[in-house]
């Protein structure tokens, strides 16, 4: 089995910042991308930022709401991955889901797996 658990989420003051991490647990052979995700209240879901295996470069993306304010890592030797958020604006109020391509053993495709969503809230 394969987990993906959450952390770093909570209550922060617009202009603020947050860092959340998201590692992943279980019989895990490989791990393709992995990224963030958020939904508002009333909106789908949308890609926040992703980021590729370190293998082919680490290649990163954002959405455009958040580039220059957040940054996405990862860390292959924890199978972990980060999110920092600078900048907080009100309509960053989200849950935030962590999202990653992994294949676990005895398994024969890469398979994506969400973890189970942390709260963020920005105040005015």
């Known amino acids: 089995q394969v987990q993906l658990v959450e952390s770093g989420g909570g209550l922060v003051q617009a202009g603020g910042s947050l860092r959340l991490s998201c590692a992943a647990s279980g019989t895990i052979f490989s791990i393709n991308a992995m990224g963030w995700y958020r939904q508002a209240p009333g909106k789908a879901r949308e890609l926040v930022a992703g980021?590729?295996?370190?293998?082919?470069?680490?290649?990163?993306n954002y959405a455009d709401s958040v580039k220059g304010r957040f940054t996405v890592s990862r860390d292959n030797t924890k199978n972990t991955v980060y999110l920092q958020m600078n900048s907080l604006k009100l309509e960053d109020t989200a849950i935030y889901y962590c999202n990653a391509d992994i294949k676990a053993y005895g398994s024969s495709p890469y398979t994506a797996y969400w973890g189970q969503g942390t709260q963020v809230t920005v105040s005015s």
């Open positions: 980021i590729d295996q370190i293998t082919r470069g680490g290649i990163t």
